[in-house]
């Protein structure tokens, strides 16, 4: 058994050392944000995040994952009240068919995680490793963008409410 | 640089001080507004010795224009940033003439008598011929100007002191224009001089000595750049299978070969750029590194110790079946990977290598495939180990793929690329 910390909750699972974490979160767990692309990497649509990184889950073996925290699309936000990203990729409709988009926003959530405010040139150097085969680029591009603008909105307003 | 290294080093200014080792430079005048600098077979050929050169990857900041420099280049005595060499009179090097351009590149000294720090490989740029560095001049002088200062540089005492260099010249520049070898063809002669001189490929596969020099005596017997190490290039490659010109060849000019692996790192601009000069010099090239290589015994570490196969650590055999396996240990049978683009990991000469630093860099930044082009790329581990486990797969990929004995220093280096976060 190995336990995991997936968005805050404790989950044991009974899988061998080598298995991916995106089987364990779809098979084991039924947790389907993330989706299964091509399984090498070379796709992004598997991508969450673990201790604040974006990586691949579909080639992250469990075993590695002991005492690290992992989130998933799941923990962001629901269909009532959606994440900053998940609205701003609404908004924006900067999804087409859809598939890739899980794995945008959590690699799109580790950038403004660590910077707030990242240039288009630093959006598309971090978005990267992310493909979408409908070709909605410049949409998440400008989704990724609004969600910033949102989230340093969010983070300002306790501070003024505070002067005030 | 070592306390002893300084020690000798104050000495030897103490010494020579009182003397202006300087170069005798007198200021030369302006250039005129040439008509024959327009000679576009001249710039022509100076693009393309431009590109042999290497100039643009340490003359352009990353997010900057093109030979406006302002890069910075690490050392061990400090950070250096490198020149604007476009033709801005104020910024760049519009105001030198021809004169000054040479002077600059076979003696390291710039107008106005002020010494080059030789991070700017002028101990190679020496052995170039006039009409060479002419070409060059030619071609730099008519690239688009820019208008960009360098930041200072920041050098500890005392190589943050000009005149100091002029010491160091005295030990180690060695003047004078490439001489041919009358016992070898022209090929061969072409390959020695583009290698030794234009080419500089001893700034980083020849190890350096406290006073930042090329250690001569150990010619291409390895060395570092940008926190990458740079393999040896004559016996003792790493290599498991000896490297033929053709072989190198391929290297250079498409950026990988499929019986040692692709170009990454610091290595990556320098094939990019060979993939643009004239086939020749590139088989020239190809000729006399492969000669050097081949010159003598090749040194191949024997895999009769059973010290790596006691070193395993469990757990890198897990990751490596769930994070590696599903590319490279399907290779033997051509792999998912279609495009024939990996190697096999026991050919590679990052796993090969005495030292662990290009695989560690290679696992946590990926190999990607060139701007614009498709294809399966090795991708980026970056976030997805932590410092141990990361050490683990290492340790265990190099008992199993590598002949040579394992890392010592394995988990040290992991720990300090993984802090530096040294990313190309």
């Not at chain 2, 003696?107 to 170039?128: E, K, M, S």
Request: hydrophobic letters at 40%; one cysteine or more.
């Amino acid at each position: 058994m190995i336990e995991l910390d997936i968005n805050g909750t404790k989950r044991s699972v009974d899988a061998e050392a080598d298995t991916p974490l995106l089987y364990v979160l779809r098979d084991h767990l039924a947790m389907n944000g993330a989706k299964f692309g091509c399984g090498l990497g070379q796709c992004g649509a598997c991508t969450v995040m673990v201790d604040g990184e974006a990586v691949f889950s579909c080639m992250t073996p469990v075993s590695v994952l002991a005492g690290r925290k992992i989130r998933t699309i799941e923990g962001l936000g629901t269909v009532e009240q959606p994440g900053a990203l998940q609205r701003a990729f609404i908004d924006e409709q900067a999804a087409q068919c859809g598939y890739c988009i899980a794995g945008m926003i959590m690699r799109a959530q580790a950038l403004l995680e660590k910077n707030s405010s990242p240039s288009d040139a630093e959006i598309r150097r971090h978005m990267m490793p992310n493909l979408c085969r409908c070709g909605t680029h410049m949409r998440i591009v400008k989704a990724v963008r609004r969600a910033a603008q949102t989230m340093r909105a969010e983070a300002d307003k306790p501070k003024s409410a505070g002067q005030t | 640089m070592s306390a002893r290294g300084v020690a000798s080093f104050l000495i030897l200014v103490a010494g020579v001080a009182a003397t202006s080792w300087a170069a005798d430079v007198a200021p030369t005048a302006k250039p005129a507004a040439d008509q024959s600098m327009a000679d576009s077979t001249l710039i022509a050929r100076g693009a393309e010795l431009a590109a042999i050169g290497n100039c643009a990857s340490c003359h352009t900041h990353p997010e900057g224009k093109s030979f406006a420099g302002g890069r910075p280049i690490k050392t061990p005595f400090g950070t250096l940033y490198s020149t604007n060499i476009t033709p801005d009179n104020e910024t760049g090097i519009g105001k030198w003439s021809a004169e000054d351009f040479l002077r600059a590149m076979h003696d390291g000294v710039a107008p106005g008598r002020r010494n080059l720090y030789p991070a700017f490989p002028y101990d190679h740029f020496t052995r170039l011929t006039d009409n060479d560095v002419e070409a060059i001049y030619a071609f730099v002088m008519t690239r688009e100007p820019v208008r960009l200062t360098a930041p200072p540089n920041q050098l500890a005492f005392p190589m943050n002191l000009r005149s100091a260099l002029s010491v160091w010249k005295v030990l180690f520049l060695e003047r004078g224009a490439y001489r041919p070898d009358p016992q070898q063809d022209a090929e061969w002669n072409r390959g020695a001089y583009l290698v030794e001189g234009l080419g500089h490929c001893g700034a980083c596969h020849t190890p350096r000595n406290a006073m930042g020099a090329e250690e001569h005596t150990r010619d291409f017997d390895g060395g570092q750049s940008e926190g990458w190490d740079a393999p040896a290039l004559n016996s003792s490659s790493p290599a498991p299978s000896a490297w033929t010109a053709e072989q190198l060849y391929a290297y250079l000019r498409q950026g990988r070969d499929e019986n040692h692996g692709t170009a990454v790192g610091p290595m990556k601009p320098v094939v990019d750029n060979l993939s643009q000069v004239p086939e020749s010099d590139v088989r020239a090239i190809a000729r006399y590194v492969a000669w050097r290589m081949n010159r003598g015994q090749l040194v191949r570490v024997a895999a009769t110790s059973s010290d790596s196969a006691q070193t395993v650590i469990g757990d890198g055999e897990a990751i490596f079946r769930g994070a590696c396996a599903s590319c490279h240990e399907a290779e033997a049978s051509g792999g998912p990977i279609r495009s024939g683009r990996t190697v096999p990991l026991s050919l590679t000469t990052s796993v090969n290598a005495p030292d662990a630093r290009n695989a560690i860099h290679i696992v946590l930044e990926g190999i990607w495939p060139d701007a614009g082009e498709k294809g399966a790329f090795m991708p980026p581990f970056e976030g997805a180990f932590t410092e141990q486990q990361l050490a683990a797969l290492l340790g265990y990929v190099r008992s199993r793929y590598a002949r040579g004995p394992a890392w010592s220093d394995l988990p040290k280096q992991v720990r300090a690329i993984m802090h530096t976060g040294q990313k190309q």
